[in-house]
């Protein structure tokens, strides 16, 4: 007799070992299972009834207008609130109805155009088209095809216009992808803004004046902003309206690959801010009402918009709009060669309230119930496993503000699949220390708990302050802390007041602390390593449409007269002392001391020991620190050191033996020693500490911060290199 067919759902393969890893997840044990079992159905009949994922994926090779081998044209759209569609453009006079499309089932249209006698295809590159739509009420519209890959405005335009692309010769790839790295260390950038010049940018003055720059800071990773074209600048590329077409503003989509190229050459992986949350409402030259239904891609009604964001709502159950969205990652990839993508807008994608007006405590009743849009969850499973299943190399990373557990573990766990997810909760509380505490009232205790606060086992991406900061509105550490003197004060020739000594010492403590103990993965928007000056605001109405904010002062690092140039050179020592060591790729640090009077945070990391000093008046000698590892300890990295505008109240020649004298639950420690040395004495009154024979202002300023680093093996006979 033969067995009952099984009616179990299927189950994630590897769920007990996310369950074993986080026993409180136990009670939702069901919403897993529910949430795979979603995912693998789609999967399944994706594979059933389109050939397979590899295939679906590929359709943006077919939809849109795209050239076959003999020269021929064939198009395709899917617009199934449409009663009619043709193409009309300059290639047959902008005759609205001369090339019918073929109606297909699924709402799917197509048209083949042979080549002309003498083989050329029938729409020339560079020539205008327009997908013409007869709506349900008799309306002729003019629509953009979704899957268009280039389109321009002209200068006396408003809307932008969609453009052939199919050049003889596409640009050709020389380099290949750098393999998946260890220790991210990104660069979050914007062409158009990159140049100290108030102009939009280009591709090729990233390709040749800024990679070199990020190559020299030591990041190994570049996050590119605003790619995906946008009609509006000013949204910072987040109200996309082609999304396989790279912005036209800043050249061309040629442009554009060399510029991967050339990243490439230099060993730097390049990632797309990809925007799969919403879509511009536009919809001359969107994807909004392409078929003149508000329902084509997006949700009909209040559900298909979001409130605070003015945007169109996608929905991710229906069949085309994932062929669209898995299509879009997959072109990216192969046509551009991007080496993965930042998911914006997650946490709107993940719950239906979209996280308006919602608190998240961390009680995992957040994060499970039907308040999660499971249909746009599992489309992010679909897209992290095809990802990974075609192109393993690659890196995707999740902007998620709510802290969906297992977000960041594979979708065999029942997890999201991401690699990374961005620690958002830090620059958050810098700004909240810096805005609301006196430094004396700064606690250590909440400073680590916030920096080591994720959840084990998945990779978090530190960062200190991002583009978010810099934005009009809002205001950037180094404005934070030294606001309106950045325009005074800034010059080694004008005296350095408490404000600038404060702030620049401040600047670098931040940024090292948050690098070394904030994450997996290390986080800087350009501009922001040397305090760039002012905010971010882009050409609008409310400021004459001026570019004076649009731009990144590069030049300000290069003037040797400028403090800036101070932190620029501590950035880059910084992330080349982690691509030495690798602390973003080693287990978590054990933090060794937080200790409140003394202002004093302690830890080890990758062999290192890191250890800051963010009293605002007290320095230390004979201080002891507890360690892990014995050996004989030397200075690496010193934000006092003179190159950094530091005081140089450290010998760096020093050399610090270990005890083996238990310490803070370590079994060995140091006595750290620092032998005094002559400083620049500041404008003010200098108050000389009893205790350490050395200069301090009596404001407290500069602050003082040690880092050593550790021996790499238990033993004298080794030389230990350190970090002070």
């Known amino acids: ?255 554009l690959k060399e510029m991967i190229d050339v990243a490439h050459s230099m060993g730097i992986t390049v990632l797309l801010d990809v925007v799969h949350s919403h879509a511009s409402k536009n919809s001359e030259d969107g994807l909004n009402k392409f078929d003149g239904t508000d329902s084509c891609f997006f949700h009909s009604g209040p559900k298909g918009t979001h409130q605070l964001w003015d945007s169109r709502l996608f929905d991710y159950a229906n069949w085309e709009v994932l062929r669209f969205l898995l299509s879009n990652l997959r072109m990216w990839i192969e046509d551009y060669r991007f080496d993965g993508f930042r998911f914006d807008g997650v946490t709107s994608m993940l719950y239906h309230h979209h996280g308006i007006g919602t608190g998240f405590s961390g009680d995992y009743h957040e994060y499970f119930g039907l308040h999660v849009d499971e249909d746009a969850l599992c489309y992010l499973m679909l897209a992290n496993h095809m990802i990974n299943f075609l192109h393993p190399e690659c890196i995707t990373i999740a902007e998620d503000v709510s802290g969906m557990p297992a977000l960041c573990r594979p979708v065999a766990e029942g997890g999201g699949g991401f690699d990374y997810r961005l620690a958002m909760a830090i620059p958050d509380k810098w700004i909240q220390i810096i805005k609301e505490l006196k430094d004396e009232d700064w606690n250590m205790g909440n400073i680590v708990h916030t920096l080591t606060n994720r959840r084990y086992e998945e990779k978090y991406i530190a960062y200190a302050e991002s583009h978010d900061q810099a934005l009009v509105g809002d205001k950037t550490l180094a404005f934070r802390l030294m606001d309106a003197e950045m325009y005074t004060n800034m010059s080694v020739l004008s005296p350095l007041t408490p404000v600038i000594d404060r702030g620049i010492q401040l600047h670098k403590m931040i940024r090292l602390i948050t690098h070394a103990l904030g994450g997996e993965s290390y986080l800087n928007f350009m501009g922001n390593e040397f305090g760039h000056p002012e905010w971010l605001d882009f050409p609008r109405r409310g400021n004459n449409e001026s570019y004076h904010y649009a731009r990144r002062q590069f030049n300000l690092t290069e003037d040797h007269l400028l403090r800036y140039r101070f932190l620029n050179a501590f950035d880059r020592d910084m992330n080349k002392l982690e691509e030495r060591f690798g602390w973003l790729a080693s287990p978590q640090a054990f933090v060794s001391e937080k200790h409140e009077s003394n202002k004093v945070i302690a830890f080890e990391r990758a062999g290192l020991i890191f250890i800051f000093n963010f009293h605002p008046y007290q320095s230390y000698v004979d201080y002891r620190v507890g360690i892990e590892t014995p050996g004989k300890y030397k200075i690496l990295l010193d934000s006092d050191a003179a190159e950094y505008g530091g005081h140089q109240r450290l010998d760096h020649s020093t050399e610090y033996f270990s005890e083996e004298y238990p310490h803070n639950y370590r079994p060995n420690s140091l006595m750290l020693q620092p032998t005094p040395q002559k400083m620049p004495q500041a404008p003010h009154k200098g108050v000389h500490s009893k205790q350490s024979g050395y200069c301090a202002s009596e404001y407290g300023y500069p602050k003082m911060k040690f880092s050593v680093t550790v021996a790499e093996e238990a033993s004298h006979k080794r030389s230990a290199d350190t970090l002070y």
């Open 1 to 255: 007799m033969a067995a009952a067919a099984s009616t179990q759902p299927p189950q994630p393969p590897k769920l007990t070992q996310l369950l074993e890893r986080d026993p409180y997840l136990a009670p939702f044990e069901t919403d897993f299972q529910r949430r795979y079992s979603l995912f693998y159905n789609r999967l399944k009949n994706i594979e059933e009834n389109e050939g397979g994922l590899d295939k679906f994926s590929k359709s943006y090779k077919s939809f849109g207008v795209n050239q076959l081998v003999d020269g021929g044209i064939y198009c395709k759209e899917w617009a199934p609130g449409a009663e009619a569609v043709f193409l009309a453009g300059d290639f047959n006079g902008w005759n609205p109805f001369s090339h019918p499309y073929k109606k297909m089932e699924y709402g799917k249209w197509e048209l083949f155009m042979p080549p002309g006698q003498d083989g050329c295809p029938p729409v020339p590159h560079g020539s205008k088209l327009k997908v013409v739509i007869r709506a349900q009420n008799g309306e002729l519209l003019y629509r953009i095809s979704p899957w268009a890959r280039y389109v321009i405005r002209d200068e006396d335009k408003v809307n932008y216009d969609w453009v052939h692309w199919n050049p003889p010769q596409s640009y050709i790839h020389k380099h290949p992808s750098p393999k998946r790295l260890k220790s991210l260390r990104i660069y979050e950038s914007h062409v158009g803004i990159a140049s100290p010049e108030g102009k939009v940018a280009s591709y090729k003055n990233f390709t040749y004046n800024v990679l070199p720059r990020i190559k020299d800071l030591g990041y190994n990773c570049v996050q590119l902003m605003a790619i995906m074209e946008h009609a509006y600048y000013a949204s910072f590329g987040y109200q996309v309206t082609s999304f396989f077409a790279a912005s036209s503003r800043y050249g061309t989509p040629d442009d």
